[in-house]
């Protein structure tokens, strides 16, 4: 049934894409169509334009398009649930998402694939187109490389700059636990949270949730609990050492589900069972994010009894999607003018979606990504 589904979804992809040959298009805020604005617009008069941002580039974005536009950046290195596809494979996902930042929130987008791989030849890349855009939004670049790359462009720029696949994810999961404790009654600081998968969105779940509440967390990757016992970590799993694994507990999945609260999964279909359910607290919580097919399906965990279940996709309830929160958040930052996305906005577009659910319940924890209130929730609280 599943493949079923997401085949008759390729077909229709497939067919609308060559159909329109893409998503996006340029449209222009006026149209140069007689002599006098071809003078205004191009030359002659475009030169004192130029000459005069030239001498006051702090006032760049009140006469170009800086201040409404985000390039949407990927290498094509960890696209969607399909891995290491490459730039062109990606372009079409970053139109999709180009696509989405107009259509929720007005903000002209630019999909660019970059054919470069190393964290020197992305930065160096993105820095040199960075003066023609307001943001840069990350995507689809894959762990560890992608916190390396955000890290050194933060840093080396003056506007905002988010990996969505990290912050998008984490913010959204944030919101959806906040509603989900609710429901089963729960307090955040009190709960053991299991998140399987230690790539880019699990890095920054486990970071931000620390932040907002500090429970237990346990981090799992494929080869088991990540512990200070394991000596084969990469750095940057060492580094969640800081925020997870407060007793130090070794094991597979089976032994850090224990009496957990709350599962989050960023990582492979099927990995979650209903005997895996059953080791957990009472009415436990799930959200179920791998896509598209998640690691334990809907109603298996129901049957299982799982109080609140979450996934990626928008054919079941509490869908946690990223568009959820990025148009909003570079909303936001475009017209506050704020240069860098820090975790206290974060955690404030967290609390701004779960706001949306006065009162949660099993099937809505989270807003759908349509409501029109998003983008002004998100946006007045990126300042």
């Known amino acids: 049934m599943v493949y079923n589904i997401y ?8 067919a609308k894409h060559k159909l329109l040959k893409g998503k996006i298009s340029v449209s222009l805020r006026d149209t140069p169509d007689t002599k006098e604005k071809l003078s205004i617009y191009y030359t002659p008069g475009v030169a004192a334009v130029s000459t005069y941002v030239a001498e006051h580039p702090d006032e760049t974005r009140d006469y170009t398009w800086l201040n409404n536009n985000v390039a949407v950046i990927s290498d094509g290195s960890a696209v969607l ?53 307001g ?27 988010m990996h969505d696949d990290q912050h998008g994810t984490a913010i ?10 609710k429901v089963t009654g729960r307090k955040l600081q009190d709960c053991h949270v299991v998140v399987v998968g230690a790539g880019a969105a699990g890095t920054a779940i486990i970071k931000l949730l620390h932040l907002y509440a500090n429970p237990n967390i346990v981090a799992v990757d494929s080869v088991g609990i990540i512990s200070r016992s394991r000596d084969n970590l990469h750095p940057e799993k060492k580094k969640l050492h800081k925020y997870t694994n407060k007793t130090n507990l070794s094991g597979a999945l ?26 957990m607290a009472k009415d436990p919580i799930v959200f179920a994010m791998a896509n598209p097919i998640p690691e334990i399906m809907p109603e298996e965990a129901n049957k299982a009894g799982v109080a609140v279940m979450a996934t990626g996709r928008s054919d079941f309830p509490n869908q946690i ?57 998100i946006s007045d609280v990126i300042r």
């Open 7 to 14: 085949m008759d979804y390729a077909e229709k992809s497939l």
């Open 81 to 133: 649930g399909l891995g290491n596809i490459g730039p062109y494979g990606a372009l079409p996902v970053m139109e999709g998402k180009s696509m989405l930042f107009k259509h929720f929130a007005g903000i002209d987008a630019v999909p660019i694939v970059l054919n470069v791989h190393t964290a020197d030849e992305i930065v160096s890349a993105v820095k040199a187109i960075a003066p023609s855009f």
């Open 135 to 161: 943001g840069i939004n990350l995507e689809d670049i894959a762990a560890p490389i992608c916190f390396e790359v955000e890290e050194r462009l933060i840093a080396d720029l003056d506007i905002p700059v």
């Open 172 to 181: 959204v999961v944030l919101a959806g636990l906040i509603n989900a404790a």
């Open 254 to 279: 089976e032994d850090a589900l224990v009496n957990a609260d709350i599962f989050i999964g960023v990582s492979q279909p099927g990995l979650l069972t209903p005997r895996l359910i059953k080791l």
């Open 321 to 377: 999607n990223n568009a959820l929160a990025f148009p909003g958040i570079f909303r936001g930052a475009l017209d506050n003018k704020v240069n860098e996305i820090n975790d206290a906005h974060k955690i404030a577009a967290a609390e701004a979606i779960a706001s949306l659910i006065e009162n949660p319940t099993t099937d809505e924890i989270i807003p759908s990504v349509m409501d029109s209130r998003l983008v002004d929730v």
